[in-house]
């Protein structure tokens, strides 16, 4: 199985700043990675498909980049609406799977 | 608007059963891979398994093999988890999505799932 190693797992960031998450896959995976956002209570939220496309709705904020077993994922000024865990999933082959997960938390 | 509506949770006793149904609706149903995600109470999420548009392909994690079966009817735009020998570690809200593409852009609300010890 593919693993997905995220760093950090927690950050603690102000309104404004800008915040970068790494995905690490234990194989390459093309482009087949997605991010989602995360709230307590909520569904999964879709923000980027293959790698760096934005899903559409999502603010020009959020970026995605990367290539085989690196990937990252960047937030570029922080809003209050942005604080939540952020997963990343490889779609590359099965079973597809999550990374563990970054929390997002107000400083 | 697309939507998707997860039913079926509950309270399960160990060894027992369930069938979740996620009803689809605002989209051509039979267009989409669709796939069942779970996460357990304060975990990451889980991919279970997913479906492709005609049914003919089907894959599962390994922890669900051989006891969960994901099945679809695309008459009644349902999408279904018959899930047997149900375990305390398959507690867990589930989730189902539609795929296209490598994009799986809609979730549904999520489902409860508690199997009791």
């Known amino acids: 199985d593919i693993q997905l190693t995220q760093s950090p797992s927690f950050l603690s960031a102000s309104v404004g700043d800008r915040v970068t998450i790494t995905c690490r896959a234990s194989q390459g995976i093309s482009s087949h990675l997605a991010w989602y956002q995360q709230k307590p209570g909520k569904a999964p939220k879709l923000l980027i498909y293959?790698?760096?496309t934005l899903q559409s709705g999502v603010p020009s904020r959020f970026s995605g980049s990367g290539s085989g077993t690196e990937f990252t994922l960047t937030i570029s000024s922080l809003q209050p609406e942005d604080f939540a865990t952020y997963y990343c999933?490889?779609?590359?082959?099965?079973?597809?799977?999550f990374g563990q997960g970054t929390k997002v938390e107000i400083k | 608007d697309v939507q998707l509506v997860e039913s079926g949770g509950g309270l399960v006793q160990s060894g027992g059963s369930l069938r979740l149904s996620c009803a689809a609706s605002?989209?051509?149903?039979?267009?989409?891979?669709m796939t069942w995600v779970r996460q357990a109470p304060g975990k990451g999420l889980e991919w279970v398994a997913n479906i492709k548009e005609d049914g003919s392909e089907k894959y599962y994690v390994d922890s669900v093999k051989g006891r969960f079966t994901i099945s679809r009817d695309n008459a009644k735009n349902s999408l279904y988890l018959q899930m047997n020998s149900l375990r305390a570690e398959d507690t867990a809200v589930y989730y189902c999505a539609r795929d296209r593409y490598y994009k799986p852009d809609y979730w549904g609300q999520g489902t409860l799932v508690t199997v009791s010890s």
């Open positions: 293959a790698a760096s």
């Open positions: 605002g989209f051509t149903f039979k267009s989409y891979w």
């Open positions: 999933q490889q779609l590359n082959s099965y079973p597809q799977t």
